[in-house]
T-cell receptor, first 114, second 109 residues
Framework: DAGVTQSPTHLIKTRGQQVTLRCSPK?????VSWYQQALGQGPQFIFQYYEEEERQRGNFPDRFSGHQFPNYSSELNVNALLLGDSALYLC?????????????FGQGTRLTVV | GQNIDQPTEMTATEGAIVQINCTYQ??????LFWYQQHAGEAPTFLSYNVLDGLEEKGRFSSFLSRSKGYSYLLLKELQMKDSASYLC??????????WGAGTKLIIKP
């Protein structure tokens, strides 16, 4: 089992550009959550996808959007990048309707906006 | 609003014991998680508490008091590799994980 995999691992973009980050969940997991983690801070919840739909959303602008595919993999898209979007983006997968909703994290994508 | 509080940083000595506290105020409660995160890496699961009391797992133990909105993570026989950030997260009534900012633990020889 490869666990949760994210790509790319590192990315440098220019202000105003658009970026797409990808996540493959742990085998058997059907729910994907995306987090933004700034340096020295805890993860901030962006949104969660289940059954190809956005189920919950945190306090992030519409520039942040996502998608979940039938194989449960997911993408995070950020438009009109700002310098403040520089962060580690973490993807976590879990199994909905499980009593123990432990989330497994990928290694993250380090996004730098210049 | 929802809030998770943890100390920003703690220092302890190799071989000693350290207790990292977490207090929370959330809309609903469906369990509390502790995660360990080494610098530049993803968080890894340490423990999950949903009932009051102490859960022991090797050198690590986690305690929960739901009435006080309080948890702690106890690390015994500290090793240098335990130097990391420790994140407390609460699963709220919408089954959304609310995260604290993390406690950076520094282990000294």
């Amino acid at each position: 089992d490869a666990g949760v995999t994210q790509s790319p691992t590192h990315l440098i973009k220019t202000r105003g550009q658009q970026v797409t980050l990808r996540c493959s969940p742990k085998s058997g997991h059907d729910t994907v959550s995306w987090y933004q983690q700034a340096l020295g801070q805890g993860p901030q919840f962006i949104f969660q996808y289940y059954e190809e739909e956005e189920r919950q959303r945190g306090n992030f602008p519409d520039r942040f959007s996502g998608h979940q595919f039938p194989n449960y993999s997911s993408e995070l898209n950020v438009n009109a990048l700002l310098l403040g979007d520089s962060a580690l983006y973490l993807c976590a997968s879990s199994l909905t309707d499980s009593l123990n909703t432990e989330a497994f994290f990928g290694q993250g994508t380090r996004l730098t906006v210049v | 609003g929802q809030n998770i509080d943890q100390p920003t940083e703690m220092t302890a000595t190799e071989g000693a014991i350290v207790q990292i506290n977490c207090t929370y105020q959330t809309s609903g409660f469906n369990g509390l998680f502790w995660y360990q995160q080494h610098a530049g890496e993803a968080p890894t699961f340490l423990s999950y508490n949903v009932l009051d009391g102490l859960e022991e797992k090797g050198r690590f133990s986690s305690f929960l008091s739901r009435s006080k909105g309080y948890s702690y993570l106890l690390l015994k026989e500290l090793q240098m590799k335990d130097s990391a950030s420790y994140l407390c997260a609460v699963l709220d009534s919408n089954y959304q994980l609310i995260w604290g900012a993390g406690t950076k633990l520094i282990i000294k020889p």
